[in-house]
């Protein structure tokens, strides 16, 4: 593992060494017409309308995604038998998170060979995994505060049979994705070594001062635990500021030869107790286009967006690193 050159990497090498991520999920599903105001968030909508899953999917294709993160952000077994649902049922509600993406990749993909210059790289499927914080459904994915009980191995229980179900349905990346303390950086690195899990994975932060993560780690103090992990080839931060990013990807630099990754949100903010995005200093679509290309100059190596951005987002960062060398 990890001494040849993945799927990620060589994406990255296709793509001329920065490739473009989606951008925001739950915010596409919602702006299609979704109600996603459940402890589920968008995770809803595997049970209720899996069709409209596949259309946002294939919006950020046609947008110029190089890879699609799936649906399964806040999908857990848990989460879904407090559904009333059944393990089986819901095991395969995560199995349909991949197989979802992976028609979307597939279908758009067979679509395009009517057109040898069609100029798009095939995507990837990232399954998505959020922290223990995005299951408690209360924000806590930007605090980082999971209380005195909450230690190494619960962690690691929390993760380990979603990791191991959405590694059988067979993605090619794991989107470790919003965690907020070193501590579940350090389950996630003894879980996928303890569960030798072949599939490559991302393992995101997120940050709300811009230098550590939201339990107040340093990111050298992570990405010491993360330099370890050869299952891990790329490390990153994501729904964070955009003012963040270009300060971040030098701070990580620094301290890994890993793939760096970053998709900010749109620099609004989430009020994880009403449920909804507060106003800031937001950034729009044509700003995403400037900064890409200074995040691809810093050593970003995939480039995408999170919470609040949307299909023009990716096609105004597409255009700028696809068509700008
Ligand atoms: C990335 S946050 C906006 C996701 C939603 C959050 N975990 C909640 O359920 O409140
Ligand atoms: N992949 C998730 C991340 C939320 S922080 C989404 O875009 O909805
Ligand atoms: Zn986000």
């Not at 050159?5 to 989606?22: S, T």
């Not at 993760?159 to 070193?182: C, G, T, W, Y």
Request: proline share 4%; hydrophobic share 40%.
């Amino acid at each position: 593992m990890g001494v040849t050159k993945g799927p990620l990497e060589e994406l990255i090498e296709r793509a001329g060494g920065c490739a473009v991520i989606d951008g925001g999920f739950a915010t596409q599903l919602e702006a299609l017409g979704a109600d996603i105001n459940d402890p589920l968030w968008s995770a809803l909508c595997l049970i209720s309308n899996p069709d409209l899953i596949k259309k946002v999917h294939l919006q950020y294709l046609e947008a110029g995604a190089d890879v699609l993160i799936t649906s399964s952000y806040q999908a857990t077994i848990p989460g879904f038998l407090s559904k009333g649902l059944s393990i089986d049922e819901a095991e395969k509600l995560l199995q349909r998170s991949v197989k979802l993406a992976i028609e979307a990749r597939d279908d758009f993909w067979t679509q395009l060979q009517i057109n040898p210059k069609h100029g798009f790289n095939r995507a990837l499927v990232a399954a998505s995994i959020g922290s223990y914080g995005a299951y408690l459904a209360d924000g806590s994915e930007y605090s980082g505060v999971y209380g005195s009980d909450i230690v190494l191995d619960k962690l690691k229980d929390f993760h380990r049979r979603r990791l191991q179900v959405l590694a059988s349905a067979q993605p090619d990346l794991l989107a470790f994705e919003a965690i907020p303390n070193k501590l579940e950086a350090q389950a996630i690195v003894e879980l996928l070594n303890e569960e030798k899990v072949e599939i490559p994975s991302w393992i995101c932060f997120s940050s709300v001062d811009g230098s550590h993560t939201p339990s107040g780690h340093s990111f050298k103090e992570c990405l010491e635990i993360l330099n370890c992990c050869e299952r891990v080839p790329a490390v990153g931060v994501n729904c964070t500021s955009p003012h963040f990013i270009n300060k971040l990807i030098h701070e990580l630099r620094k301290f890994t030869k890993k793939a760096i990754v970053v998709y900010p949100n749109s620099g609004e903010i989430w009020d994880g107790r009403a449920k909804k995005w507060m106003p800031s200093e937001c950034f729009g679509d044509g700003s995403f286009e400037a900064l890409a290309l200074k995040w691809r100059e810093s050593g970003a190596n995939l480039i995408g967006g999170c919470c609040r951005t949307s299909p023009n987002t990716i096609r105004a960062i597409s255009k700028a690193l696809k068509h700008k060398r």
